[in-house]
């Protein structure tokens, strides 16, 4: 709820710390006009929110896609009703390459053209994030025309998640864009550390760094506004390393940096992971917290934004903290909508971003009984598996 608030607050009213002079590109009364079909959202999500109904009257207020990647669970389907029908040869195809030909068709299916269809829907957009586990968002050639155009025609913010391997080639569009922030998933902030996480030789670490080092470059030349953060996984093996990772961005000249829980790529639990029930993590993350944001109050400062990671619980059967069925939407390349934005739940169906009242399909539906407070005049909707043990339904108190 803060989260939106201030997110709804900064679209409606932009302070003179936003990234980007925004009042003044537009004028007044268009810079109004432009926001109306989200002040209004707003409006109807206040009214609706007492009701915290399973069917609610607003639309939603994020939009998650991955413009160049679908669905792992609309791949599955494609590809089993594919095989079905496949012929011999195409059988071979897969056998032979072990990935279908499905998966190189997804990448560059969202284009301007598509986006702009689907910005139409979602009038109460107020912030965009592009990402992609699979095909990197960069790979969409039109990403950045799609960046520009949700910025033009609703001052809607992007923000794209890349694995950085074409900064460089981007880099001079990147800094001369509409995009409000990029984060560079690093994963690890020294050849070894990065080597250990993602199993890739250290070589590859030193190929990002050039990448990043390029892109802050190009921005300090250019005097561009983009906010450039990178993500690091965190583990029981690292955490102790948060002071170094935290010099290792500042000496990038990054404005952020965002630690991120290990988690298995199945989401299983993982004796690697961070729990909140590990008092000497807990114990240690807060000191150095309290040292950044001591760091931060002094009066030369850079700013520096620091998000620590999410802590999971040991049991995490009966969290309802995550609010992704309520104010988001995720949409992948072939326009699939789903009611998580980490795609983990393989439930159906998906629905498309054109079936009216989308955001009311009975996915949504299902997903809010479970993130509602359990009440004994309901049937109980039990934590799908998936989200016990997400970061995006950790205890956040
Ligand atoms: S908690 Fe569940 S619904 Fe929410 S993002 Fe995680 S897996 Fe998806």
């Given at each position: 709820?803060?989260?939106?608030?201030?997110?709804?607050?900064?679209?409606?009213?932009?302070?003179?710390?936003?990234?980007?002079?925004?009042?003044?590109?537009?004028?007044?009364?268009?810079?109004?006009?432009?926001?109306?079909?989200?002040?209004?959202?707003?409006?109807?999500?206040?009214?609706?929110?007492?009701?915290?109904?399973?069917v609610l009257d607003y639309d939603p207020f994020y939009l998650h896609i991955t413009p160049a990647e679908v669905h792992p669970?609309?791949?599955?389907?494609?590809?089993?009703?594919?095989?079905?029908?496949?012929?011999?040869?195409?059988?071979?195809?897969?056998?032979?390459?072990?990935?279908?030909p499905l998966r190189s068709e997804t990448t560059q299916a969202v284009n301007l053209q598509s986006f702009t269809f689907l910005?139409?829907?979602?009038?109460?957009?107020?912030?965009?994030?592009?990402?992609?586990?699979?095909?990197?968002?960069?790979?969409?050639?039109?990403?950045?025309?799609?960046?520009?155009?949700?910025?033009?025609?609703?001052?809607?913010?992007?923000?794209?998640?890349?694995?950085?391997?074409?900064?460089?080639?981007?880099?001079?569009?990147?800094?001369?864009?509409?995009?409000?922030?990029?984060?560079?998933?690093?994963?690890?902030?020294?050849?070894?550390?990065?080597?250990?996480?993602?199993?890739?030789?250290?070589?590859?670490?030193?190929?990002?760094?050039?990448?990043?080092?390029?892109?802050?470059?190009?921005?300090?030349?250019?005097?561009?506004?983009?906010?450039?953060?990178?993500?690091?996984?965190?583990?029981?093996?690292?955490?102790?390393?948060?002071?170094?990772?935290?010099?290792?961005?500042?000496?990038?000249?990054?404005?952020?940096?965002?630690?991120?829980?290990?988690?298995?790529?199945?989401?299983?639990?993982?004796?690697?992971?961070?729990?909140?029930?590990?008092?000497?993590?807990?114990?240690?993350?807060?000191?150095?917290?309290?040292?950044?944001?001591?760091?931060?109050?002094?009066?030369?400062?850079?700013?520096?934004?620091?998000?620590?990671?999410?802590?999971?619980?040991?049991?995490?059967?009966?969290?309802?903290?995550?609010?992704?069925?309520?104010?988001?939407?995720?949409?992948?390349?072939?326009?699939?909508?789903?009611?998580?934005?980490?795609?983990?739940?393989?439930?159906?169906?998906?629905?498309?971003?054109?079936?009216?009242?989308?955001?009311?399909?009975?996915?949504?539906?299902?997903?809010?009984?479970?993130?509602?407070?359990?009440?004994?005049?309901?049937?109980?909707?039990?934590?799908?598996?998936?989200?016990?043990?997400?970061?995006?339904?950790?205890?956040?108190?």
């Open positions: 709820m803060g989260k939106l608030l201030s997110a709804i607050l900064n679209a409606l009213f932009p302070s003179g710390q936003s990234k980007r002079d925004r009042p003044q590109a537009a004028s007044a009364v268009g810079h109004w006009l432009s926001r109306m079909p989200q002040l209004l959202n707003m409006l109807r999500y206040t009214l609706n929110a007492l009701q915290q109904s399973e669970l609309a791949i599955s389907q494609a590809i089993t009703s594919k095989v079905r029908a496949a012929s011999d040869s195409d059988q071979t195809e897969i056998a032979e390459t072990g990935e279908h910005l139409e829907q979602l009038p109460g957009i107020l912030a965009i994030d592009f990402t992609g586990q699979v095909h990197d968002p960069l790979m969409n050639p039109e990403l950045l025309d799609m960046v520009e155009h949700a910025y033009r025609s609703s001052r809607v913010e992007s923000t794209v998640y890349t694995d950085g391997f074409r900064l460089k080639e981007f880099a001079d569009v990147l800094v001369s864009s509409s995009l409000h922030s990029l984060v560079i998933r690093m994963v690890g902030h020294k050849p070894s550390a990065y080597s250990r996480l993602t199993g890739k030789p250290p070589q590859e670490f030193l190929a990002l760094l050039e990448n990043v080092k390029a892109l802050v470059q190009r921005r300090g030349e250019v005097r561009s506004q983009l906010a450039i953060e990178i993500s690091l996984c965190m583990d029981i093996h690292n955490f102790q390393e948060l002071p170094e990772m935290i010099t290792f961005a500042k000496y990038l000249g990054l404005d952020g940096l965002r630690l991120e829980n290990y988690l298995t790529p199945d989401s299983m639990k993982s004796d690697r992971s961070l729990y909140r029930h590990h008092n000497r993590v807990v114990h240690f993350l807060r000191q150095a917290e309290q040292v950044h944001h001591q760091e931060q109050a002094q009066k030369d400062a850079i700013p520096f934004t620091l998000k620590m990671p999410s802590l999971l619980d040991a049991d995490m059967s009966a969290h309802r903290y995550c609010r992704d069925a309520f104010n988001t939407v995720s949409v992948d390349a072939h326009l699939n909508v789903s009611a998580c934005s980490r795609h983990a739940l393989a439930c159906e169906p998906f629905g498309k971003i054109w079936d009216e009242d989308f955001f009311n399909n009975a996915m949504y539906q299902w997903l809010r009984n479970v993130y509602s407070a359990p009440s004994p005049s309901k049937q109980s909707f039990p934590v799908p598996s998936a989200c016990q043990n997400c970061p995006k339904n950790a205890n956040p108190h």
